[in-house]
Nanobody
Framework: QVQLGESGGGLVQPGGSPRPSCAAS????????IGWYRRAPGNQREFVAS???????NYAEYVKGRFTISRDNAKNTVNLQMTSLKPEDTAVYYC????????????WGQGTQVTVSS
């Protein structure tokens, strides 16, 4: 399985624009889905965004128009450009990867904390 490592989180002000990144241990162009979930305090882990091997993207309704996911196959990295952050965006953001031949299994990163506070 691919190993994933997130970076780029931290403390940001409301309206800020961090850009967390997820680096994979190997090539990601063979990964069917790669993207992000998040877990806010007291909440279940929830889907944020994903991108497929052909570049198709999917977003949770609460981030549409604010977040943009992209993948850089040359760098084996997926990025999440976040804009117009709100306090409710505060969460640990987890990178995941999935391939069709893995069945229901996913690879997960350890997460990066994004805290939105003035």
């Amino acid at each position: 399985q691919v190993q994933l490592g997130e970076s780029g989180g931290g403390l940001v002000q409301p309206g800020g624009s961090p850009r967390p990144s997820c680096a994979a241990s190997g090539s990601i162009f063979s990964i069917d889905h790669i993207g992000w979930y998040r877990r806010a305090p007291g909440n279940q882990r929830e889907f944020v965004a994903s991108i497929t091997s052909d570049g198709s993207t999917n977003y949770a309704e609460y981030v549409k128009g604010r977040f943009t996911i992209s993948r850089d196959n040359a760098k084996n990295t997926v990025n999440l450009q976040m804009t117009s952050l709100k306090p409710e965006d505060t969460a640990v953001y987890y990178c995941y990867a999935w391939k069709a031949n893995w069945g229901s299994l996913h690879s997960w990163g350890q997460g990066t904390q994004v805290t939105v506070s003035s």
